[in-house]
């Protein structure tokens, strides 16, 4: 069965600083999908980022991009220039392309990310 | 705004009721996935519909069943409630052409008395 884990329960940043989010993921499959997902105190699972693993190429979103090192099951979250409203639970998710498990997404743990003013 | 409504936003009732959810996916969207957070699980898949049929499922109690009609809508039946099926509910759709990227709706709150 499929797996992710965030390691960092609680994160802090500065205002205007960056910050990483780590995620590794555990699958024995070569075509998957990963995601982060922000979840600020309104509860909406909003996604932020997502990267297809067949693609070497990291994905990015304006202040967001992720480090997607495939081989070492990784897939952390880089937020540049940190905001306020950046303030939220963050979670990892992975869905395998395929299979009877097709569409389920699994999710890590979470990270709530505290930004300071 | 997502796209893909859920109602009610919140919903209380007391042990050994039945409750329904109600999602609507974005436009377009065949695929219609039901999540369970509570704070002991985080984040679980319970099942998926594509198209009106059953296409995955988690672990989803027995005493829970859902169903996705002819206009894409689905439910969720919650049966036998129990305290510890207190939990937002989810509500995700995504396009056709594979499991892509799902989209969520604002979550029922289920508090169960």
């Known amino acids: 069965a499929q797996t992710v884990t965030q390691s960092q329960p609680e994160m802090s940043v500065q205002e205007a600083e960056t910050v990483t989010l780590s995620c590794t993921y555990d699958?024995?499959?070569?075509?998957?999908?990963l995601f982060w997902y922000k979840q600020p105190p309104s509860r909406q699972m909003i996604l932020v980022i997502r990267?297809?693993?067949?693609?070497?190429q990291n994905a990015t979103e304006n202040r967001f991009s992720v480090n997607f090192q495939k081989a070492a099951k990784s897939f952390s979250l880089k937020i540049s220039d940190s905001q306020l409203g950046d303030a939220a639970m963050y979670f990892c998710?992975?869905?395998?392309?395929?299979?009877?498990?097709?569409?389920?997404?699994?999710f890590g743990q979470g990270t709530i990310l505290t930004v300071h003013p | 705004d997502s796209g893909v409504t859920q109602t009610p936003k919140h919903l209380i009732t007391a042990t050994g009721q039945r409750v329904t959810l109600r999602c609507s996916p974005r436009?377009?969207?065949?695929?219609v996935y039901w999540y369970q957070q509570s704070l002991d699980q985080g984040l679980q898949f319970l099942i998926q519909?594509?198209?009106?049929?059953?296409?995955a499922k988690g672990n989803i109690l027995e005493r829970f069943s859902a169903q996705q009609f002819p206009d894409l809508h689905s439910e969720l039946n919650l049966s036998s409630l129990e305290l510890g099926d207190s939990a937002l509910y989810f509500c995700?759709?995504?396009?056709?052409?594979?499991?892509?990227?799902?989209?969520f709706g604002p979550g029922t709150r289920l508090t169960v008395l």
């Open positions: 995700a759709s995504s396009a056709p052409l594979g499991p892509d990227t799902q989209y």
């Open positions: 519909y594509y198209n009106g049929e059953e296409r």
């Open positions: 436009s377009g969207d065949l695929s």
């Open positions: 990267q297809e693993a067949y693609k070497q």
């Open positions: 998710a992975y869905v395998h392309a395929g299979g009877t498990s097709y569409g389920k997404l699994t």
């Open positions: 699958t024995s499959e070569s075509d998957y999908y």
